[in-house]
């Protein structure tokens, strides 16, 4: 006997229940290697839990600059689930804990307080964010890398102008980590129109703040009808639900299980397609020739490599068109800050931090 974890939607483990070994039997690979760089956070550790109950994973490497990384990672370690759990201390030991890395999720780095935006958390995350690139770089250029740090519109192509500069880019393989946006909006449009949550798909689009998150609520299933200022008031909520929670947590920091799930949902959706499952689908920030901008998150089909096929914007309506300009010169910006500060000269960028 086994123990299976049971998935509502497609990750969730609500229950542990005992099922025949023959439920595992099959030719897909299910023993994959996820370290999760920034493991002692506030996102880190529930998500970093969440993966030590998910069945394809079986190395689960946890690496922080917390002195407590190593006491995070034996209380995982008493989970009764197979994986094998080790602490690594970055970032002496960070090349270790990424040696044989099949995914890198990283919730490393600043999280926000009252009044901040995400991209005042630029100055320190984005050298965090290259310095670990560079590592990733040598010593696991082929992981499939979910970047959670904020900005993230910002930080990705800081990532992978990093990637670039050691010879080692696949953009198929860098990933900024948007699913709390649908995530959000999934649960927001489920509540006002009094749906089950795990049957409500709302594709969304753009990047991750304000107004370059773009909620595709016309093309919600199953479908849902709003009046114009229904439509508003949700898009606004779904771009600022962000600032909702930082808000209420009054200077404790910003979403961390909320993101958390969202974390694993997304690492799941990447293990799924590494494993040869078809039609996985999830969107991403990603390196992108959807719009004029070179990046751009939409629905994206994963796969054995990462990114198989990018669903591009499909229909947009009015509405949604306006959103879409509104968010591509924001969006420009953030791009054109991470591309600069990863081609500075390294005495430029101490002295921008
Ligand atoms: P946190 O401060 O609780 O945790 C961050 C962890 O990163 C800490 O344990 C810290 O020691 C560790 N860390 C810092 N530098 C490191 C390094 N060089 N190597 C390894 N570990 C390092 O913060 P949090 O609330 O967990 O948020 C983490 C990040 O995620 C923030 O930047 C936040 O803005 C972002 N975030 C993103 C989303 C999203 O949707 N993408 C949502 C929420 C938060």
């Known amino acids: 006997m086994h123990y299976k974890v049971i998935f509502p939607k497609v990750l969730f483990p609500v229950a542990l229940v ?202 919600t299933t199953p479908k849902v009808s709003f009046n114009e200022e229904e439509i508003k008031k949700l898009t606004v909520r779904i771009q600022e639900a962000g600032s909702e929670v930082v808000e209420a947590k009054a200077g404790a920091g910003s979403a961390t299980l909320s993101m958390a799930y969202a974390g694993v949902r997304f690492a799941n959706s990447l293990l799924r397609g590494l494993s040869g499952e078809k039609n996985v689908i999830e969107s991403a920030y990603v390196m992108s020739q959807v719009t004029s901008l070179p990046y751009f998150a939409t629905p994206l089909v994963l796969g054995k490599c990462g990114i198989e096929k990018n669903l591009g914007l499909g229909e947009l309506n009015c509405f949604e068109k306006n959103l879409l300009d509104k968010a591509i010169s924001v969006l420009k910006k953030n791009i054109d800050a991470g591309i600069e500060f990863a081609n500075l000269p390294e005495c430029k960028k101490e002295h921008m931090s």
């Open 18 to 219: 005992r099922v025949p070994s023959r439920c595992f039997s099959g030719s897909r690979r299910n023993n994959y290697q996820v370290t999760v760089i920034g493991g002692a956070g506030g996102i880190g550790q529930p998500l970093s839990m969440l993966l030590k109950i998910n069945r394809m994973i079986t190395k689960l490497h946890i690496c922080d600059i917390a002195k407590f990384i190593p006491g995070v990672a034996v209380d995982l370690s008493h989970i009764e689930t197979p994986s094998v759990v080790k602490g690594f201390k970055s970032p002496e030991q960070l090349g270790d804990a990424l040696e044989g890395a099949d995914i890198v999720i990283m919730p490393a780095g600043v999280p926000r307080k009252p009044g901040m935006t995400r991209d005042d958390l630029f100055k320190i995350n984005a050298g965090l964010v290259k310095s670990i690139m560079e590592q990733i770089a040598a010593s696991a250029p082929k992981a499939l890398v979910a970047i959670i740090t904020n900005p993230v519109n910002s930080v990705v192509p800081i990532a992978c102008e990093t990637m670039k500069k050691a010879g080692v880019l696949d953009p198929n393989r860098i990933f900024g980590v948007t699913t709390l946006d649908t995530v959000r909006a999934n649960t927001f449009i489920a509540e006002a129109k009094g749906l089950n949550p795990y049957e409500v798909k709302v594709p969304v689009i753009g990047g991750h703040s304000g107004v370059t998150i773009i909620p595709l609520i016309s093309r």
